[in-house]
Every structure is written in structure tokens, then in C-alpha cells.
């Protein structure tokens, strides 16, 4: 699904270069829920971000799902995103005059999908995430675990073929977590492909395989036993 | 640009400029106020151009007076402080030398300029009237609304010195009973009597005759006066495309020239130039039409710039936003063209909801104005104008959207992220 060949990226600060990649390689396979972590600075938001499409690598490969990814505009890159991606972000980043069910619809609405065909779907997806009561609320009503999973559903509506999820229990309490966590989990049995970076190893831990970043580069690429968050719910 | 007519791109603009309603309101104000100023004040500039033409669309706009006076300077062996006399053959010499004078009217009257007004008796009834030796030329420099039924001088009048009349509303009314009618009575203006054979209308606006003057032949005037060959003065109507103050000049040169006058005595005639007083008072009137237009059009250009301003700074709020949307696949096509929509579409609302108050403004002015003796009347501004200050509306705010639009497409998704 997803293949990084020896990917760079080095961000200008000044007249000093920051080398913040150093030749990332590894694949993802489809249904897989990767953990991608490591400390502040090892690279992990920009190896995300550059696996989301937002940021474009200086050198190396990447082909999502055989596609390969370079050499885009913003256009393009903005169609691919709405086509392949879902985000989930540590912020939720919800539009926060738009009701739940608004959110959830808004990248079909980039998808060019009629109004009625819209309001089904998002609902069908809050339902999923057990928000269906909630459709009519607007952000601020909603307390994070929901915002994180009206996220989640909204990330889920243009059915992606990855999910990419970055520090999506940043915000959130541990019990809120691992609600979230469930969440991810079931979303991943239905065998979506989903990438998860976080620096929390109980979250990692709940993933079934672990690439661990350090300084640009991965020092560790391990398959794990996942542990199901249900069971802390 | 998806549509227009895509509800869910309305949808879309509607949530965002609803998200900060003050601020929204605000904006609108500006635009608002622009073409409020805009429209009100080049209708009240119409209203005023308008209410000049009425108060002389009774009068020949290109008219002018002269009559005599006196010397001020001797010359060829006159002295000075000799009176001037305006003769009927000037009238013929005026007219072969002077090819701009459309129409000349000689007139000769009594009751004004100092001279006694005359008794006017029917009847038990009488009344001291002013009397004007007329031809029928005069009407071609003021026009005369004569009610139904009867007419004016006309040239067998002058022919045969007929002893009839035209008179004003207010003899009417002095001279006979209510429901009357006069047309073919006699009254006795001194000691003759005359036929009346129409009733004049009150000119509103200009005019240079009472509602109780009376007119009768000038050959009949010369009779009854013993006037000779005497004019009291000229109305002369010089072609519309001619130079009015040069055809004066022109006149008053010729005329001391006839009555052996010196050419720098500025006292000799007197005149008043009536094309040019309107000339000024038309042109004082499309200065402010103009005046108004540009006042207009700046304060619109003010709003507009005002609502980029809005724009400029809802986009810097909404970075984060915009930065989803993208996130989440909204091309910059899309998201610019969300911007100008945004902006456009306030411009409109408030555009039309200017253009609703400056027209209800008018209405009132109009309604006010209606009874008051005041050169006003019927204060519009032609569709045209309103078209073309929407048309400037729209323009504008795409031209001023495209800056906000620019700047948010050039955040870069990621970066919009990252801003907290």
C-alpha cells in the first residue's frame, strides 16, 4: 500500500540546514495499524506529513497504493489527499461553525458528492463512531473523546485507503484514549490501513507493528502482539 | 469556480460569513454606506438638474434681453446722457446682420418699469393690469399655455391692429364670474375696448410675465399709445448650437452702431443674458452630478477596499481552517474561488441593500420636496447608473477578493496546520 524508498528531507532554518530525514525505507501493507514513534525532533510528523501529502520529501520514492507520488501541485496533491487520505489530527481540527454531521460531510463535498448522498454517508460514519444523536452539535458542544471521533468519522467519510492519524490521543485523558484507541481498532478489523504516530508506548502498544524513529532515521521496525483497548474501556 | 447556482457552495459561504455575524455586518456597512451615498446623492443631484430644467422649460434657453439706457460717453458729436430708444426697424436690422438670432420679439408694455399700470374694467368689476404690445413671435421665446378654446396674437391681429386680448388667470378671476367664460367678452383696458380671445396659462418656473399681465397686438399698442416706431425692449432667441454671450455682444455692437453710439459705452443698452445664467446654473448642476458620481464612486471604492480588508483578516483567522479544508482535499482553485464568492457576494448584498435605502432616501426627498417652491423635482438616478455602480460592486470585489484568495492558497496546507 504504501513504499518509501531512502527518503530525505532537511528544512532551511536560516543559513543552517536542519536534516530531519536521512534515508526513511519501509512499506506498509494494507490492513496493517502501524505506530510510527519516537522523541520531539526524530522525524516522525514529517515523515506523516510527507505521507499525507503536505509536505513534499527532497529526495527519494513514494508510491501510495502504486501510485507514484511526486512532482505534484497543489491541485493534484489536493485531489490525491481527498481520493487516498484520511487525516486525524492530534488538535481534531474540526470546522467549528459546522455541526458534527457538517464536518463528517466535508471532504464528500470535495468529492463532488450530491447533498443527499452526503448527509446519508456522514451520518452512516457518526453512526459508526456512535455519534449518531450528536449529528446537530457544533464542536464546542462536544467534549474531546467525541471531537476525536467526529474527526475519525469525518477522516473515515471519503474512504480512504489509509488513515493517517497524528497524536490522536495527544489531547485526550487516558481513558479518552483508549476509547479512541477502541475506535482505530475496530476501524483497522474492517481492514483499513492505518498509520499512527505518537510518542505514547501504551498507544504503540495497542498497534500491531512499531517503527521507532530516531534522528531521521529508523532504528527499529518491529511486529507486536497488539493489545486491544477494549478491555481498558 | 464549481457554480454559482450549487446550493452547497452557497451553503458553504453562508457558513463562513455567518461565523462572525458582527464582523460580517460591519463589512456590509461599509459597501452599504458607499452606494447609499452614491445613489442618494447623485439622485439628489438629478433631482436638482431635474428641477432647473422644469423652472426653464418655459422659457427659450438660449434668450436674451436688451433695451435701452442712456450714454455715458459723448460721441460723434452727441453728448453723453442721451436716452436710448429702441426703434422697430432695429428688430430687421438685428435679424439680415446677425445670423445666430433665431427668433427677435419686439415688446412694448405698460405697468411695468416704472410706468403706470392701466385700469381694466367689466362691469361693475375693474382692476389696474399691466399691458404688453406682443407679437406673435413671442411665443416662440416663452412659450404661453393659453387655455382651451382660445389662442394667442397671431399675424392678421397685427395686420388689421385688431382690438383684442390674451389675458392672465388672475383677471380672469378679477374681471369675470366663476364659470364664465371669457373668450369673446369684452373689457375696457383704458379707454377702448377689447375682445378677449384667450386666457394664459401661469408659466411655473421662469417666466417674464404675471398671471395678470395682458397682451394685446403690438400694431394695436403702437395705435392706441401713440408709440410710433418704439420698442420698449427685445427678446431675442439666439439658435441652440450658438454662443449666446458672443450673439449678445454681437447685438449690442450693431445697436450702437445704429443709434451712433460710442463702441467702449457699456451704458448705452442694457441686457440680460438669460442662456448664460442657465448655462451657469446647468453647468453648476452637472458639476455636482459629477461631483456626486465621484463622491459615489470613491466611498463604493472605500467599502470595497474595506470588505478586502475584512476578507484579509478572516483569511489569517481561518488559516487553520483553510488549512483543513485542504488537508481534507479542496483544491486552491477551490478555496480561492470560496474567497471571491465571499467577498462578491457581500459586495452584492450589500450593493442592493444600499441601493433599497438611497432609493427609499429619494422617495422621501421627493415626497418633501413636493410643495416647496424650490428649483427640485423628481430626484432619480437612471438605471444605467445603478447598473453601472453594481457592475463596479462586482469588479471590485473579485479584483479586491483575488487579494485575500492569493494569500490564503499561498499558506501552505501543512503550515496552516502547524499554526496554532
Known amino acids: 500500500m504504501i513504499e518509501i524508498k531512502d527518503l530525505h528531507k532537511s528544512y532551511k532554518m536560516g543559513s543552517n540546514s536542519l536534516h530531519v530525514l536521512k534515508g526513511i525505507n519501509f512499506t506498509v501493507d494494507e490492513g496493517e495499524l502501524v505506530a510510527i514513534m519516537g522523541s520531539s525532533g526524530s522525524g516522525k510528523s514529517t515523515l506523516l506529513n510527507i505521507l499525507g501529502m503536505l509536505d513534499v520529501a527532497d529526495s527519494g520514492e513514494y508510491n501510495l497504493d502504486n501510485v507514484p507520488i511526486k512532482n505534484m501541485n497543489e491541485t493534484k496533491a489536493a485531489q490525491y489527499r481527498n481520493k487516498f487520505l484520511g487525516f486525524v489530527f492530534q488538535s481534531f481540527n474540526l470546522i467549528n461553525y459546522k455541526t458534527a454531521l457538517e464536518n463528517v460531510a466535508l471532504p464528500l463535498y470535495y468529492q463532488r458528492v450530491g447533498r443527499k448522498e452526503r448527509q446519508e454517508k456522514a451520518l452512516k460514519y457518526l453512526d459508526q463512531v456512535g455519534l449518531k444523536e450528536w449529528a446537530e452539535h457544533l464542536p464546542n458542544e462536544l467534549s474531546g473523546g467525541q471531537k476525536q471521533r467526529v474527526a475519525i468519522a469525518r477522516a473515515m467519510a471519503a474512504e480512504p485507503k489509509v488513515l493517517l492519524a497524528d497524536e490522536p490521543t495527544g489531547a485526550l485523558d487516558s481513558t479518552t484514549s483508549y476509547e479512541v484507541m477502541d475506535l482505530i481498532q475496530k476501524i483497522n478489523d474492517q481492514g483499513n490501513t492505518i498509520l499512527i504516530v505518537t510518542h505514547e508506548q501504551d498507544i504503540a502498544n495497542m498497534c500491531k507493528r512499531i517503527v521507532h524513529l530516531k534522528d531521521g532515521v529508523i532504528i527499529e521496525d518491529k511486529k507486536i502482539k497488539q493489545v486491544r483497548a477494549q478491555q481498558y474501556v | ?420
Not at chain 2, 455602480?389 to 492569493?406: D, E, N, R, S
Open chain 2, 1 to 420: 469556480m464549481r457554480s454559482l447556482f450549487d446550493r452547497n457552495t452557497w451553503q458553504e459561504i453562508y457558513g463562513s460569513i455567518s461565523k462572525n455575524k458582527t464582523r460580517t455586518i460591519i463589512t456590509v456597512i461599509g459597501v452599504l454606506w458607499g452606494i447609499f451615498i452614491y445613489i442618494a446623492l447623485s439622485g439628489a443631484a438629478k433631482g436638482l438638474d431635474n428641477g432647473f430644467e422644469k423652472v426653464f422649460q418655459t422659457v427659450s434657453m438660449n434668450s436674451m434681453f436688451v433695451w435701452g439706457q442712456s450714454t455715458s460717453m459723448p460721441y460723434d458729436g452727441f453728448k453723453n446722457g442721451r436716452q436710448m430708444q429702441l426703434k422697430l426697424d432695429n428688430v430687421t436690422t438685428i435679424k439680415n446682420r446677425i445670423p445666430e438670432v433665431q427668433y427677435i420679439a419686439p415688446r412694448i408694455n405698460l405697468g411695468n418699469f416704472g410706468s403706470e399700470p392701466v385700469l381694466t374694467v367689466r362691469g361693475q368689476k375693474s382692476g389696474t393690469y399691466s399691458i404688453n404690445g406682443d407679437y406673435p413671435v413671442y411665443t416662440k421665446i416663452a412659450t404661453k399655455g393659453i387655455f382651451d378654446g382660445g389662442r394667442f396674437i397671431n399675424d392678421e391681429d397685427i395686420r388689421q391692429a385688431r382690438k383684442i386680448c390674451v389675458i392672465g388667470e388672475r383677471n380672469l378671476k378679477e374681471l369675470f364670474e366663476e364659470d364664465e367664460n371669457p373668450i369673446g367678452a369684452y373689457i375696457r383696458i383704458g379707454d377702448i375696448y377689447f375682445q378677449v380671445v384667450g386666457v394664459h396659462k401661469i408659466a411655473t418656473g421662469v417666466s417674464f410675465d404675471s398671471d395678470s399681465s395682458i397682451f394685446i397686438p403690438f400694431s394695436t399698442f403702437r395705435k392706441l399709445y401713440n408709440s410710433g416706431e418704439n420698442v420698449g425692449y427685445l427678446c431675442i432667441a439666439a439658435y441652440d448650437d450658438a454662443d449666446v454671450v458672443q450673439v449678445e455682444t454681437d447685438i449690442k455692437a450693431l445697436l450702437k452702431k445704429i443709434h451712433r453710439v460710442d463702441p467702449k459705452d457699456e451704458r448705452a443698452f442694457g441686457s440680460f443674458n438669460l442662456g448664460e445664467a442657465f448655462s451657469k446654473v446647468m453647468g453648476f448642476a452637472q458639476g455636482l452630478t459629477f461631483l456626486s458620481l465621484v463622491v459615489g464612486v470613491a466611498t463604493i471604492l472605500a467599502g470595497v477596499i474595506g470588505i478586502g480588508n475584512i476578507l484579509l483578516i478572516s483569511v489569517k483567522e481561518r488559516t487553520k481552517e483553510l488549512g483543513v479544508r485542504r488537508a481534507l482535499g479542496a483544491t486552491p482553485r477551490e478555496v480561492r474561488s470560496q474567497i471571491i464568492v465571499e467577498s462578491v457576494f457581500l459586495t452584492m448584498i450589500a450593493g442592493v441593500m444600499g441601493i433599497i435605502l438611497g432609493a427609499g432616501v429619494l422617495a422621501l426627498i421627493n415626497s418633501l420636496t413636493q410643495d416647496i417652491d424650490m428649483p427640485y423635482s423628481n430626484p432619480t438616478v437612471p438605471i444605467p447608473y445603478v447598473l453601472g455602480a453594481l457592475a463596479i460592486m462586482v469588479i471590485m470585489g473579485t479584483l479586491i477578493g483575488l487579494i485575500p484568495a492569493q494569500r490564503a492558497v499561498s499558506i501552505r496546507p501543512i503550515d496552516a496546520l502547524r499554526e496554532e
